[in-house]
């Protein structure tokens, strides 16, 4: 573990980002020494991202826009995990995320559950 070091500059969170990706192919057993780094490095990058990264809001579309915007990820790839017309709606909060989207999203994207469950307000329609 002589290799985990604090988190300073853009490189060190990109560096520490690759390392973490590395354990979620095959998680190491906890106590063990990948184990604590992988843990070690998770805190790092956690406060990290807390002090450094500007997260929307509990909305989950906001969120979702987030990830879009600044994370890399497109509305085609969101599509292909929930639908196309459904990616469009929720987007758009015509439609609501279901329990099944935000647990794919979650997975796939390695968002947390919790930031894409909170409730949120959908578009009111015209009457």
């Given at each position: 573990?002589?290799d985990?070091?604090p988190?300073?500059t853009e490189?060190?969170y990109?560096?520490?980002?690759r390392?973490?990706?590395?354990?979620?192919?095959s998680?190491?057993?906890p106590?063990?020494?990948?184990?604590?780094?992988f843990?070690?490095?998770?805190?790092l990058?956690?406060?990290?991202?807390a002090?450094?990264?500007?997260?929307?809001g509990a909305?989950p579309?906001?969120?979702?826009h987030?990830a879009?915007?600044s994370?890399?990820?497109t509305?085609a790839e969101l599509s292909?995990l929930?639908?196309?017309n459904?990616?469009?709606?929720?987007?758009?909060?015509?439609?609501?995320?279901?329990?099944?989207?935000?647990?794919t999203?979650?997975?796939?994207?390695k968002?947390p559950?919790e930031?894409?469950?909170?409730?949120?307000?959908?578009?009111?329609e015209?009457?």
């Amino acid at each position: 573990m002589m290799d985990v070091r604090p988190l300073r500059t853009e490189q060190d969170y990109e560096w520490a980002l690759r390392e973490v990706a590395r354990y979620f192919e095959s998680q190491p057993a906890p106590g063990s020494e990948d184990g604590d780094r992988f843990e070690v490095l998770a805190t790092l990058l956690k406060d990290y991202e807390a002090t450094h990264i500007p997260m929307p809001g509990a909305d989950p579309v906001d969120v979702l826009h987030f990830a879009i915007e600044s994370m890399g990820k497109t509305q085609a790839e969101l599509s292909k995990l929930i639908g196309r017309n459904r990616a469009s709606e929720i987007l758009n909060r015509v439609r609501p995320l279901t329990l099944d989207m935000i647990r794919t999203i979650s997975a796939e994207w390695k968002i947390p559950f919790e930031a894409l469950a909170a409730p949120y307000d959908l578009a009111r329609e015209s009457a």
